[in-house]
Antibody
Framework: QLQLQESGPGLVKPSETLSLTCTVS??????????WVWIRQPPGKGLEWIGY???????YYNPSLKSRVTISVDTSKNQFSLKLTSVTAADTALYYC????????????WGQGTLVTVTS | QSALTQPASVSGSPGQSITISCTGT?????????VSWYQHYPGKAPKFMIY???KRPSGVSNRFSGSKSGNTASLTISGLQAEDEADYYC??????????FGGGTKLTVL
């Protein structure tokens, strides 16, 4: 059964870079039918799609975050990562990694999420 | 892109039916039959309940159904059960490999 696990610092200072990694187990990140996704949920708010990456490295980002976001993939480690630069308090959120299944256009598997707080 | 609009909360008694709306625009919900719905228990991983507007994955109760009219998609839960109490999110394709979620709806089973 596929499992996704987010990891990274829970606290980040304003203006610094948020870095998270998602480790995929129980399946290959190099499968052709999937994209690998980052989604976040600020406290008390809804979900926000950040972007996704194909195993070949093709990336697509939310236009509102595009200038600050980089998603990368390491197929040798079955991991993908998120970097968000110049963070502010508005970037405080529960960050989820997930899998997008292209044939049905759905986010079909999610991690439990990791809380990142931006604070000095 | 702006978040899809959902009611903040809905409620119903066991056995009743409820409908959660998800309103977008002609650029997202209205243009694509790529609306999905997610059930989220706080502290747990979200779970998809409906995809491509009306399709239900195996393992999801047939009490859950989806529909769309114009720029508004809807999730209907019939025969409400206590276990249905959760947050529900809609999501739509926006084009150019980008996606938008709704603000979420808290379902309370009275």
């Amino acid at each position: 059964q596929l499992q996704l696990q987010e990891s990274g610092p829970g606290l980040v200072k304003p203006s610094e870079t948020l870095s998270l990694t998602c480790t995929v187990s129980g399946g290959s990140i190099s499968s052709s039918s999937y994209y690998w996704v980052w989604i976040r949920q600020p406290p008390g708010k809804g979900l926000e799609w950040i972007g996704y990456i194909y195993y070949s490295g093709n990336t697509y980002y939310n236009p509102s975050l595009k200038s600050r976001v980089t998603i990368s993939v390491d197929t040798s480690k079955n991991q993908f990562s998120l970097k968000l630069t110049s963070v502010t308090a508005a970037d405080t959120a529960l960050y989820y990694c997930a899998r997008y299944f292209t044939p049905t256009a759905v986010f079909d598997s999610w991690g439990q999420g990791t809380l990142v707080t931006v604070t000095s | 892109q702006s978040a899809l609009t959902q009611p903040a909360s809905v409620s119903g008694s066991p056995g009743q039916s409820i409908t959660i709306s998800c309103t977008g625009t002609s650029s997202d919900v209205g243009s694509y039959n790529l609306v999905s719905w997610y059930q989220h228990y706080p502290g747990k991983a979200p779970k998809f309940m409906i995809y491509e507007v009306t399709k239900r994955p195996s393992g999801v109760s047939n009490r859950f159904s989806g529909s769309k009219s114009g720029n508004t998609a809807s999730l209907t839960i019939s025969g409400l059960q206590a276990e249905d109490e959760a947050d529900y999110y809609c999501c739509s394709y926006v084009g150019s490999n980008t996606w938008v979620f709704g603000g979420g709806t808290k379902l309370t089973v009275l």
